[in-house]
Nanobody, 122 residues
Framework: QVQLVESGGGLAQAGGSLRLSCTPS????????MAWFRQAPGKEREFVAR????????NYADSVKGRFTISRDIAKNTVFLQLNSLKPEDTAVYYC???????????????WGQGIQVTVSS
């Protein structure tokens, strides 16, 4: 069983930045396709970004492209999501996920973190 431990997040002003971290327990970040999803109040969970740690290939939702960056640090065994130029509509609970298939679909990811709140004030 893989547990994903998330940290970071919190409150930021519009235009500000935050960084989220995700560390899988018992496995290395290079073992999985790692992704971030988010769920805003009253909305469905949506794909944000993913990274294939072996090839460093990344993919982003159009709504965050150019503002968010997903990366990984092998030495720290951690995947990061850097959130820049934040907007109030980025307010959501952000979830780290791990899977074995390159996909934007939630169903492709078997392991999930507990979620972490990001709130952006205008």
């Amino acid at each position: 069983q893989v547990q994903l431990v998330e940290s970071g997040g919190g409150l930021a002003q519009a235009g500000g930045s935050l960084r989220l971290s995700c560390t899988p327990s018992g496995r290395t970040v290079s073992s999985y396709i790692m992704a971030w999803f988010r769920q805003a109040p009253g909305k469905e969970r949506e794909f944000v970004a993913r990274i294939n740690p072996r090839l460093l290939h990344t993919n982003y939702a159009d709504s965050v492209k150019g503002r968010f960056t997903i990366s990984r640090d092998i030495a720290k065994n951690t995947v990061f999501l850097q959130l820049n130029s934040l907007k109030p509509e980025d307010t959501a609970v952000y979830y780290c996920a791990a899977g074995n298939t390159i996909s934007q679909s939630q169903s492709a990811y078997a392991y999930w973190g507990q979620g972490i709140q990001v709130t952006v004030s205008s």
